[in-house]
């Protein structure tokens, strides 16, 4: 079932934010909010371990949101060191999940998909838990309408040649330069 | 009446998304959503134009959320060109929106202040509808606790050195380089 959206000439775009500033994930909740308002339907697939369940548990729970979906895929997978399970556990579980993102991507179903950290869990990890060429496929085989966004530093220049909008968040000044610590509701 | 916040060492950073890349506005609307998710009280100010009673006006009857307030100041007073009204009667109703802005920011009602599209406000129009001087008193006199977000391109550079965070969104890649054109729940 998907939701209800314009008729008139749509035309699903793949977005980028990229860069080592602040604000990639930030827009991407905002873009998700927008098209929320819009009587969109929304799937959000967060790669890494992030803050959003807090934000969403607490709109989920006040609104019990009928079109918004959250995925927490390959859970951990990026907590390697210290962690116990062998290097091939975690690779099964991020092939797992770039299978299930997938399948729920050209099911057709949402109108707008977030791939939040994307970039960076194809790039910084050097593991390459998820493969560069999965999101290519996802990019070319995704559905017309279907808009998506593709947060992370490091994005792969494949990707953003393949890519409608490009955005790089480029870090000017950080209060952490400053020692000023990680701030609750800004940071997280 | 103040909402919850952690007691624990809390500086209010004024953040400025600026640069000509699209996110700004967005990053600020998702940042502006996680901190209701953490009990936050919100404040957002539009001073141009937006997108956001859209996507605001069904969340805020969807859900009546008693922590989020939306002023658009300023109404109109950018559309200029075309409006029969005099300057004077426009400067006039920007003076008074700063004035209920600081009122508002003062008062230390709230935990996070977005300041939608002030920078270019200040800078673009050549106008000066809005007086850098007041934004940079805005600045040094919030409350401490007070998170500030100002969001627009061409941000001043006496506000970036105020500032505590800063992230140019750089434009790298823009559909309408192609001729696509705007989106509905991307881009509005």
Redesign the interface.
Known sequence: MTSE??ST???G?T???T?D????????????????????KVLIIQFLKG?WP??????AS??QHPRLEILQLGKGFVKIMGDPKPLEEHRLAACEAMRLAKEKIFSGDY??VVLDEVNYAVDALNLRLVKLKDLIEIIKKKPART?LILTGRNAKQEI?DL?????????????YQ?G??A????D?
């Open positions: 959206i314009d000439a749509h035309k775009l977005i980028v934010y860069g500033g602040k604000g990639k994930t930030s827009a991407a909740l905002g873009n998700a909010f927008r098209a929320l308002g819009h009587g969109w803050d807090v934000v969403f548990g607490e709109l006040a609104k109108d707008l808009h953003i890519a409608d909008l490009v955005t790089e968040m480029k870090e000017i000044k950080h209060p400053k000023v610590p701030q609750k509701g800004i997280y």
